[in-house]
């Protein structure tokens, strides 16, 4: 009777060991993850990036275009909306500050005036508009060239602005005068124009030649009205 009793507790041992080993881990740190569905490639997921640090993006191009606009040219084009903010605070040159000059030979209802206390060439023609109903003075000939050269040299500060500006680069540059005339003249000093030095025009006191200037340089100057 020992015997049977023996191989029955033998063989219950053996049963149970083979269960064990066949029962799955439900503590398993797989559990919960999904497994890949057959022809499924599971991909990696995208590393966080660490606090205060932005991945960036694929499309992302390092270092820009480069491009910068040109401080120049912006100068040159000042927009009219602010130059409505400097008329609401205009205020016209003082008698003092102004001098009368003499008409241009042959034109007896042209009149010019002087302004001593300097401006930027937007400034300048804004004033001149807005005080005088005029613009800056456009030159046509040598003799009123001259003229006004001799009428300005007593300022001995260098230059004073007339109302060329120099618009475009290469073949596409023009010269315009502010009140719309022609550019029929000119008269410009050895190395001149030269846009690297400005782009609006100035006529020296002494010899009455004309040079480039940066647009933002403060000058006396010029108004036909």
Partial sequence: MKLPLFLTLLVGAVSTLHLR?????FNSPLENEALPQDGEILEPEPEEAPAGELMPL?????GGSGSEDDPEEEEAMESDSALEVVDKDLQCPKEEDIVKLEGSPGC???RYLLVRRAKQFNKAQFI???CYRGNLVS???FSFNYQLQCSVRVLNQGQVWIGGRIVGRGRCKRFLWADGS???FAYWAAGQPNT?????VALCTRGG?????HCAKRLPFLCSY
Avoid at 21 to 25: A, K, V, Y
Avoid at 58 to 62: I, K, L, M, P, Q
Avoid at 196 to 200: A, D
């Fill in 139 to 141: 030159i046509h000939n």
């Fill in 128 to 130: 001149c508009q807005r």
């Fill in 58 to 62: 694929e499309e992302e191009v390092e």
């Fill in 182 to 184: 022609s550019w029929n």
């Fill in 21 to 25: 080993t066949e029962t799955p881990d």
């Fill in 209 to 213: 030649n004309w040079r480039t200037a």
């Fill in 108 to 110: 007896k209802t042209c």
């Fill in 196 to 200: 690297c030095g400005g782009r609006c």
